[in-house]
C-alpha cells in the first residue's frame, strides 16, 4: 500500500527566507502525482502545487518549487522569501494514476517568525 | 478551479442530533468526495459521490451514519446522523477538476457535539 511521511511535524523560519518542508512516499506504481496542500487556520485546503511523475522537470508556482526525486521517493517543497502569509500546515499527498484517491501525509505545520 | 462553498460554516449541536452539510460548485463535476478531519490530524476520506450513483464509501464509514445525496453535477450534502462528541472534526467537501487527479476542496464545516 502507498503511504506518505512527513518527519517534521513543526518548522519555523524567519521572515523573508527559505525554507524546505520535506515528504518521502512509498509506492511501486510508475505513475502517479504529487501534491502540496497548505492549511492556514481558516481551515480551507489550498493547491499549492502539483507535480507528475512522469515528468523530470521540478513543478515551481511563483515562490513555491518542489525538488522531485523519483528514485529517492521524495517530494520536498522549498518556500522562497517567506511571508507571514505563509503560516499553515502543509500537506503532502499522492494519488495513483486514475486512482481519485489521495493518499495524506501527516501534515508539517509551518511557523513565520517576524 | 472551481469555486466551491459549504454550509454551515461552523455548527454547535447535540449529541443525538443530526446536522446536513451542503457542497455547492459554481461548474459541473462528475467527482465529489467528501472527508473528514479529526481535531490535529490529517484528512480522511468518507466517500465519493458521483451523480446518478449511490455513493461509495471508505472502510469505516457507513451509510446509516453518514448518509450522502448527490441530486446533480454541482451540489451534494453530507449528513452526520445520531451525532456524538467522537463526529467533533472539520468535513470538507473536494472536487475532481483541471489536471487529472486534482482535487478542489471547500472551506470545510467545523463541527462540534456536545
Known amino acids: 500500500a502507498q503511504t506518505v511521511t512527513q518527519s517534521q511535524p513543526e518548522m519555523s523560519v524567519q521572515e523573508a527566507e527559505t525554507v524546505t518542508l520535506s515528504c518521502t512516499y512509498d509506492?511501486?506504481?510508475?505513475?502517479?502525482?504529487l501534491f502540496w496542500y497548505k492549511q492556514p487556520p481558516s481551515r480551507q485546503m489550498i493547491l499549492v502545487i502539483r507535480?507528475?511523475?512522469?515528468k523530470q522537470q521540478n513543478a515551481t508556482e511563483n515562490r513555491f518549487s518542489v525538488n522531485f526525486q523519483k528514485a529517492a521517493k521524495s517530494f520536498s517543497l522549498k518556500i522562497s522569501d517567506s511571508q507571514l502569509g505563509d503560516a499553515a500546515m502543509y500537506f503532502c499527498?499522492?494519488?495513483?494514476?486514475?486512482?481519485?484517491?489521495?493518499?495524506w501525509g501527516a501534515g508539517t505545520k509551518l511557523i513565520i517568525k517576524p | 478551479s472551481a469555486v466551491i462553498s459549504q454550509k454551515p460554516s461552523r455548527d454547535i449541536c447535540q449529541r443525538g442530533t443530526s446536522l446536513t452539510i451542503q457542497c455547492q460548485v459554481d461548474?459541473?463535476?462528475?467527482?465529489m468526495f467528501w472527508y473528514r478531519q479529526q481535531p490535529g490530524q490529517s484528512l480522511t476520506l468518507i466517500a465519493t459521490?458521483?451523480?446518478?450513483?449511490?455513493?461509495?464509501?471508505e472502510s469505516g464509514f457507513v451509510i446509516d451514519k453518514f448518509p450522502i445525496s448527490r441530486p446533480n453535477l454541482t451540489f451534494s450534502t453530507l449528513t452526520v446522523s445520531n451525532m456524538s462528541p467522537e463526529d467533533s472534526s472539520i468535513y470538507l467537501c473536494?472536487?475532481?477538476?483541471?489536471?487529472?487527479?486534482?482535487?478542489?476542496f471547500g472551506p470545510g464545516t467545523r463541527l462540534t457535539v456536545l
Open positions: 473536494s472536487v475532481e477538476q483541471g489536471p487529472p487527479d486534482t482535487q478542489y
Open positions: 461548474s459541473q463535476v462528475t467527482m
Open positions: 459521490a458521483n451523480q446518478g450513483s449511490e455513493a461509495t464509501y
Open positions: 509506492t511501486s506504481e510508475s505513475d502517479y502525482y
Open positions: 507535480q507528475e511523475a512522469y
Open positions: 499527498a499522492y494519488s495513483q494514476d486514475s486512482n481519485y484517491q489521495l493518499i
